[in-house]
């Protein structure tokens, strides 16, 4: 068993409470909780370990997504105490501890600024956030494994004064779309980076994508 993902957002920002709010098919999240992503292969695997942690503790789970390589689940509670909880008994079940997760690899990380219309278009009708206008700056951030896709986003909202485009937390590479301001978009990324960089763990040793 591999643990990809394992990591704890101690109060989900607005826009990305509302983004799994308005994605997510299981019990949905309010700004300001307490909230954890486990990802872990073989993807089958995800139905046992969410159900160790309802068993467990009181924690209402957003997500599971069930692929074949990867599987990954989200829950969330008001009380910390009872999210970490969770944590420990899925970590406990796996035979793991948080030291052995994935260390996060940032595949791709770009900025591009001063958005012509046609492309703000394009990626409007894809998007499950808010829209990107034109002349906007966005940001683009792509990690692996996947579920750390979430961890940069939220902090990059606490960071700086952006709108959250997309995210995409599973699959082979998690994704991030931010736009906005230059200065504001500036200030979200370099926080996006910086608390991904502050993400412990071993390195990742399976194929290498460019």
């Excluded at 591999?2 to 983004?19: F, H, N, V």
């Excluded at 994605?23 to 993807?43: D, M, N, R, W, Y």
């Excluded at 600024?113 to 034109?134: D, F, T």
């Amino acid at each position: 068993m591999q643990l990809r993902t394992y990591i704890l957002l101690d109060s989900l920002q607005e826009q990305l409470a509302s983004y799994i709010g308005s994605t997510a098919k299981g019990f949905l999240p309010v700004p300001g909780v307490a909230s954890l992503f486990v990802e872990i292969a073989p993807g089958l695997a995800i139905n046992q370990v969410l159900d160790v942690a309802l068993k467990a503790t009181r924690v209402q789970p957003a997500v599971q997504i069930v692929e074949r390589a990867y599987g990954l689940l989200e829950v969330h509670d008001h009380d910390k105490g009872e999210v970490t909880s969770a944590g420990a008994a899925i970590l406990n079940y796996l035979g793991l501890n948080e030291a052995e997760r994935v260390k996060p690899a940032i595949v791709s990380n770009q900025i591009i600024r001063a958005m012509e219309a046609y492309q703000c278009q394009l990626i409007n009708r894809n998007r499950s956030g808010s829209m990107i206008l034109p002349g906007e700056s966005l940001f683009i951030l792509e990690t692996e494994p996947a579920g750390y896709a979430v961890f940069a986003a939220n902090e990059a909202e606490k960071a700086a004064r952006v709108k959250l485009v997309d995210v995409r937390p599973f699959g082979a590479f998690g994704r991030l779309y931010m736009s906005g301001a230059e200065s504001e978009i500036d200030s979200a990324a370099a926080a996006a980076v910086r608390a991904l960089e502050g993400v412990s763990g071993v390195e990742w040793t399976g194929k290498k994508h460019l």
